[in-house]
């Protein structure tokens, strides 16, 4: 079985025993950490860089012409993110990893569909990495543009209008609301990370035996920090 509901509610619970474990965690020795090898581990991996990261005391681990070297014949993830394609969430970067630690799968909106799916597949049987994580981000251009589409009931241009019919589904509950873009953005994580487990025999079934964990996180552009809102 994965962590028990304990443990993701800490997880989730900002400025808890784990958060305070993490923040130790991001001024400990610069040298790189053991390779996580359960979800548990690899979430607080990840939270302890996006937390020196965003302090300002990111360590830049794997990035040498070393870690170069020693990848060259083989990778060995230990997470999988889809990601939304803006510039300014890069998973290695603020996430604090480096060359072999992300399997990155990015596209505007961080949308799930077949070519992703079977990324994302390949992603797991070779390499087996414990979690997958889905990162969405504050005020995402793909999720406004996709509100003010159903706003003005007009139509977005070229393949644009391939990415807003997928979202539409998603954030049409929230056009009317005044925070509509947040509640949008939140609801679309969640709705891809279900996705993957309803669209993937593969994804789900190393989900049933404990091998991997399907998690959403929201990064914040103002402050440089990742919430987790779905594990």
């Known amino acids: ?6 443990r993701r509610r800490a997880l989730l619970t900002a400025g808890g025993a784990v958060a305070g474990s993490l923040a130790l965690a991001g001024s400990a020795s610069a040298a790189p950490a053991p390779t996580p090898d359960t979800p548990y581990a690899a979430v607080k991996a990840l939270l302890a860089g996006n937390k020196r990261f965003a302090a300002g005391h990111a360590r830049h681990p794997h990035q040498t012409p070393e870690r170069v070297r020693e990848v060259a014949a083989g990778q060995h993830p230990f997470v999988i993110v889809l990601g939304c394609a803006d510039s300014r969430v890069a998973p290695e970067i603020v996430f604090d990893q480096g060359i072999g630690d992300v399997f990155d799968d990015r596209v ?12 994302i597949e390949y992603a797991l049987e070779e390499f087996a990495p414990p979690l997958v994580l889905v990162l969405g981000h504050e005020r995402c251009g793909a999720v406004a543009a996709t509100l003010d589409v159903i706003r003005t009931g007009g139509t977005a241009p070229g393949h644009i209008a391939d ?3 997928a979202l539409r589904p998603i954030v049409t509950p929230f056009v009317n609301s005044p925070d509509a873009v947040e509640l949008a953005v939140r609801a679309n994580i969640r709705a891809q990370a279900a996705a993957l487990l309803e669209q993937s025999d593969i994804i789900r079934e190393k989900v049933e035996h404990g091998e991997t964990l399907v998690a959403g996180a929201r990064y914040d552009l103002d402050t440089g920090l990742v919430q987790l809102i779905h594990v």
């Open 1 to 6: 079985m994965l962590e028990s509901s304990l």
């Open 108 to 119: 505007a909106g961080n949308i799930v569909d077949d070519l992703h799916l079977g990324s």
């Open 163 to 165: 990415i807003v019919e």
